[in-house]
């Protein structure tokens, strides 16, 4: 069933200067010449800890959230947050992450909108990035939580952990400071984009800017509502196609029809209106311009670009990898999670998890993916040892 909302739509999803940021501490990074050219004269983090570091600061973690993740990994704090965390049931006391010994970390990615530098931050000027905000890269999101951790005067994560968006930057972190990472958790990802991947996200990247309202990436002046959503929904129907299984979304729905809805008769089909739900649920908490960056940062992704190739990067990383994939998974199917464990420099396994849910498995399956994690966090005390 489709939910209904109240109120117009925001301009943008965005979080804004002024939002209470609930357990959101900030910390400014500098500024940062990019990659692909370009440069950002300053930049701020957003972040959000769990637990306690203890006094030789060993029992640090590093979490990476996904494309439409941000800093809020667990828990629920109703002051600024209206969901519980994305992996919530995998990090607090008594959990797979038992906060009561590990400090965790997670941080909202650069060119986000919860709080860390992006499209919808403030320039020096006080005026929205927006068009002007330059092209990021996965090595320029790594660097900037490198200077993350070296204020928070952390030398070495006892172990980074992520899936999909999240395991490109955990493998960055072991590629470029292996010095740095006890242990690795990968799961749903890849060493780099394949052409299929490339060729949805850009899709989703297309659908945004053929939206009027988009304004060729300066809307955030715009009236409640005047922002891109239409061609952000769109964005966001593709990817949820591809984080679900053929085979959930048929036995879910079917041909059922919406509620009260006739599909032959302009109404609707059930999967119409999940897909609806999802489109206007993202556009609410997201940043369309956002959406752009990041994702076009997971289309350049490739470990081995200016390292002489994928197996010559992943020569470089000394730290234990663990590495999961979910069986039905069609957006990061299971053979690159085997092609990455076949090029490890140090023997490893791939764990399967077993899920009719596709690629959301790895946010789902919480009940599989806490002992893989209890995998890592074994070589991350072995390493601190």
Known sequence: MAISYSGPLPATGAWQEGDHPGQRK??????IELELGGALPEV??????????????????????ALTGDSHVAGLDTEGHFSRGWWDGLIGEGLAIDTKEWFVVCANVLGGCQGTTGPSSKDPNGKRWGSRFP???????????????????IDRWASVMGGSMGGMRVLEWAVEHPQRVGSAFVIASAPGSSADQ??????QIAAIKADQKWRGGDYYEAKPGDGPHAGLGIARKFAQLTYRSETELDVRFGRDHQDGEDPYSDGRFAIDSYLDHHAEKLARRFDANTYIALTDSMSTFDIGRNRGGVG???????????VAGIDSDRLYP?????????????????????????????LIEIDQVAPIIKKA????VASIK
């Open 26 to 31: 900030f910390i400014d990074v500098g500024p």
């Open 44 to 65: 701020r983090v957003s972040y959000e800890t769990y637990g306690k570091l203890n006094s030789n600061s060993s029992n640090a973690i590093f979490i990476e959230h």
């Open 135 to 153: 092209r990021l890269t996965v090595a320029d999101q790594v660097e900037i939580e490198k200077r993350l951790t070296d204020q928070l005067n």
């Open 312 to 322: 010559s990067a992943l020569e470089r990383i000394t730290a234990p990898i663990i």
């Open 377 to 380: 966090l074994d070589k991350a």
């Open 334 to 362: 299971i053979r690159q999670q085997a092609d990455l464990v076949s090029a490890l420099p140090h023997a490893t396994e791939l764990n399967v998890i077993s899920s009719p849910f596709g690629h959301d498995g790895f």
């Open 198 to 203: 490339i060729a949805t996200q850009s899709a």
